[in-house]
């Protein structure tokens, strides 16, 4: 089983700071990862995927990638109330170009 | 108009009965998935289709069927419908890459 984990939380932040989302994945040949954004009891939203080692960067968000330490952030500049959602980690293993394993989620409460 | 299109969006059904869970979408995507979602146990890929003459079992794929009756069509059915399988139900789409999938809205189903 392809493991993909986070840390369920909840996290809280006052608004204006920045949050910093976390998820580990198992399978060493993982090519493709992606966070997305879910309200409750909406659909999931996708708002980074990452390809590479490094950081990607669009508008407050900024997702990490580290292959080496099977690690992948997502960090949210300038946290808003809005920001509020269960964040989930999914990863695209490097043996099939069509499932996705997703992890539990993490869930973020932005403080006004 | 959304791209991925789910209906019903809720259901409620009794123990026993059979029920069809309908997909449609407009992205021209060629994959298509189905989810559910229950708490505490996140996504979990029930069944997934390449194309019209390709469809693969995921994860649980046990107690449910699925027909692609189309490139933009894709139906999930309970043919004996338990308690069990309240959950949220997803439908997905992704281009041939597999890499970004796209959720429907969501259909919340309740065996009772």
């Known amino acids: 089983q392809k493991e993909v984990e986070q840390n369920s939380g909840p996290l809280s932040v006052p608004e204006g700071a920045i949050a910093s989302l976390n998820c580990t994945y198992s399978?060493?040949?993982?090519?493709?990862f992606f966070w997305y954004r879910q309200y409750s009891g909406k659909s999931p939203e996708l708002i980074m995927s990452?390809?590479?080692?490094g950081d990607k960067e669009d508008g407050r968000f900024t997702a990490q990638l580290n292959k080496a330490s099977q690690y992948v952030s997502l960090l949210i500049r300038d946290s808003q109330p809005s920001d509020s959602a269960t964040y989930l980690c999914?990863?695209?293993?490097?043996?099939?170009?069509?499932?996705?394993?997703f992890g539990k989620g993490t869930s973020l409460l932005v403080t006004p | 108009d959304a791209d991925v299109t789910q209906t019903p969006r809720n259901r409620i059904t009794k123990t026993g009965k059979r029920i069809m869970l309908e997909c449609s979408q407009t992205?021209?995507?060629?994959?298509m998935y189905w989810y559910r979602q229950d708490p505490g146990l996140g996504l979990r890929l029930i069944y997934y289709?390449?194309?019209?003459?390709?469809?693969n079992k995921g994860e649980i794929s046990d107690g449910y069927s699925v027909s692609r009756q189309a490139q933009a069509k894709f139906s999930l059915s309970l043919e004996s419908a338990i308690p069990n399988q309240t959950a949220l139900y997803f439908c997905?789409?992704?281009?041939?890459?597999?890499?970004?999938?796209?959720f429907g809205p969501g259909t919340r189903l309740t065996v009772t």
């Open positions: 997905a789409t992704s281009d041939l890459t597999g890499y970004e999938q796209y």
């Open positions: 399978d060493r040949v993982s090519q493709s």
């Open positions: 990452i390809y590479s080692n």
């Open positions: 999914a990863v695209n293993p490097g043996n099939s170009g069509y499932a996705l394993n």
């Open positions: 992205k021209g995507h060629d994959r």
């Open positions: 289709s390449f194309d019209v003459k390709d469809i």
